[in-house]
């Protein structure tokens, strides 16, 4: 999955950056507000400890993943749904078309490693759009097979340069809505973490233009 601690090291950098920056965000705000008063600080306080929990298990599994060289070490039962459902509720979804239909279906994996794929397909889909596009997200049952669907408007992609996508540190000449580029690890960890759980990534460019990523789990039995 790694392959060395100089891109180890800049997994866990790309995974930290965000909540960090959300995390900064909340106490900046309360700071600069005169009349914070204690409950408000302790709601914060809430939030951010909660938000250092979800990080503490989310690199506890990243190091797992390291350790087992590339195999998903910890299996529950994890309905698909439940894992979008929550990827969509952390991330800003305003200013979209939003068309979500998540039917319950169940694979065995890390709970941890399964929400950041969902969260990291989720929140390309976001950064990679246009004004006023549409993001859709789906699971489904297909063939012996649960599958975990995010496809978005956004600038037109050539077939040739999708298996790039998810290669580390490689991405397309674009211009993300939020206007800070990524470092191309997004993907790569959706990728690397669907090895490790035996799931198969497809990518699909669409036509007129956003891409199209569907991640095939094996069923529970």
Known sequence: MFGSGERFAA??????????AAQRALLELALAD???DVP????????VLGACRRQERLLEACLTL???QGRAQRRESVDLAGIAAE????DDLSGFENVVVLEPTWTTGDPDLLGRLAANLVSNAIRHNIV???????????SGR???SVANTGPLIPTGELRRLFQPFQQLASHPRDGVEGVGLGLA???AIADAHDATVTARARTGGGLGIDVAFPALD
Do not use: F
């Not at 997994?11 to 960090?20: I, K």
């Not at 600080?41 to 939030?47: F, K, P, S, V």
């Not at 006023?132 to 297909?142: D, K, L, M, P």
């Open 189 to 191: 960890i959706v990728q």
């Open 146 to 148: 649960v599958v975990l």
């Open 40 to 47: 408000t600080w302790r709601e914060i306080g809430e939030d």
């Open 11 to 20: 997994y866990l950098a790309h995974e930290l950056r965000t909540p960090l």
């Open 132 to 142: 006023g596009g549409r993001i859709e997200v789906a699971t489904r049952a297909e």
């Open 87 to 90: 990827a969509l509720c952390a």
């Open 66 to 68: 390291a350790r087992s």
């Open 34 to 36: 005169p009349n914070a």
